[in-house]
């Protein structure tokens, strides 16, 4: 344990976030999420079973800020065949997340299923969470951190 740092990090998370520059990207996905293969063993993945993806997200942010230099530094998998701006409640909770660290909404981009498939595989870290709901999948972009 740490004084100050989320207890949800474990020592081999943030590791991995610390080790990331600035324009990396980290996702945070559902327990359905074909992690495994998606990362072709090049990835990290660091499962955190049983908690959803609000709070994974929640704990990653909370010692990640998000990339100001980038259009749209958070995304999400858009749900298929959803209409443009529906988006589930693991999903709102992640617009809000984004929102309350001083990004606009409409900074956070939803991205095509097949679309994010590609996405993150350029992402240097992937994240595991215990969602059961369909489409809980959400990355961001790491800002640059300076003293």
């Not at 943030?14 to 080790?19: I, P």
């Not at 559902?30 to 660091?46: C, E, M």
């Not at 530094?73 to 660290?101: E, I, N, Y």
């Amino acid at each position: 344990m740490l004084k100050g740092i989320d207890p949800l990090l474990t020592p081999e998370l943030l590791m991995h976030l610390c080790a990331m520059g600035h324009g990396e990207w980290v996702a945070v996905v559902d327990a359905n999420f074909t992690a495994d293969y998606l990362s072709q063993g090049r990835i990290p993945v660091v499962r955190l079973p049983g908690h959803s993806l609000e709070r994974v997200s929640q704990a990653v942010l909370s010692v990640m800020p998000l990339a100001e230099d980038v259009t749209q530094p958070a995304a999400f998998m858009k749900v298929c065949h959803s209409a443009d701006g529906h988006r589930t409640a693991a999903q709102q909770a992640v617009v809000d997340l984004v929102v309350a660290q001083g990004v606009a909404a409409d900074r956070v981009e939803a991205v095509e299923r097949f679309a994010f498939y590609e996405k993150i595989k350029a992402a240097s870290l992937i994240v595991q969470s215990g969602e059961v709901t369909a489409y809980g999948n959400a990355m961001y972009c790491k800002a640059v951190i300076l003293p």
